[in-house]
């Protein structure tokens, strides 16, 4: 569970919650917290000429929302990246007592999708608008965690601490049109957390 947290809450709720110190000299503090909600799913889907990775996290807390989707889509001829990360136009709703449920939707949400050719060369990039929605059915038991850190180096150091709740779930929905099933599903969950880390950093090395 620690993982997958950790990973939803770099991605997603960074920008809301990331605040660094003025000045670095001599040395820079930077102080992340996030207390709320969220839920993140991923579907995979291959054949002899194709694939497509399609992941998406959301989450929500007193100080705003964020929703981060990103479809990746391989073929003989070249491959399309399509990324959305919004904080607004979208809804999101989680059944917080039991995690039985969760939801994220949006009609028309505006994206980045850029092609490569067979090689991995950006051909190009354009602005587009997608809809994009997704149901999550809590399975299993609540899985509830705590942890304290600390990491010290020379002129570096991290403490960090995470309580919180987690619930593995079953996932459908759909990306522009397209459906994504539960039979494509690699993973998906949903919870609420409490996570908070302070950074120090001495020297010229900042």
Same mark, same amino acid.
């Given at each position: 569970m620690r993982r997958v947290v950790m990973g939803l809450l770099v991605a997603v709720v960074g920008s809301l919650a990331l605040v660094g110190s003025a000045g670095a000299a001599p040395g820079q503090t930077t102080h992340f917290r996030f207390h709320g909600n969220f839920a993140e799913a991923l579907w995979f889907v291959s054949s002899s000429t194709s /694939?497509? $990775?399609t992941t998406f996290? !959301? +989450?929500?807390? *007193?100080? &705003? *929302?964020?929703? %981060?989707?990103?479809? %990746?889509v391989g073929t003989q001829s070249g491959e399309t990246d399509t990324v959305v990360d919004v904080t607004s136009g979208f809804s999101f709703s989680i059944d917080t007592k039991t995690l039985g449920t969760a939801s994220v939707s949006g009609s028309s949400l505006p994206a980045r999708r850029c092609t490569y050719d067979v $090689? &991995?060369?950006l051909i190009g990039c354009s602005h587009v608008r !997608?809809? %994009?929605? @997704? +149901?999550l059915t809590g399975q299993g038991p609540i899985i509830k965690g705590t942890a304290n850190d600390h990491f010290k180096s020379d002129g570096f150091s991290v403490t960090d601490h995470f309580n919180g709740t987690d619930r593995n @779930?079953? @996932? #459908?929905?759909? /990306?522009a &049109?397209? @459906?994504l099933r539960a039979s494509q599903l690699e993973f998906a969950d949903l919870g609420h957390t409490n996570e908070g880390s302070v +950074? !120090?950093? *001495?020297? #010229? &090395?900042?």
């Open positions: /694939f497509a $990775d996290n !959301v +989450s929500q807390s *007193k100080t &705003g *929302k964020e929703l %981060f989707v990103e479809r %990746f $090689d &991995g060369n !997608v809809a %994009f929605q @997704a +149901s @779930a079953i @996932a #459908t929905g759909s /990306f &049109g397209i @459906a +950074s !120090v950093c *001495k020297g #010229t &090395g900042c």
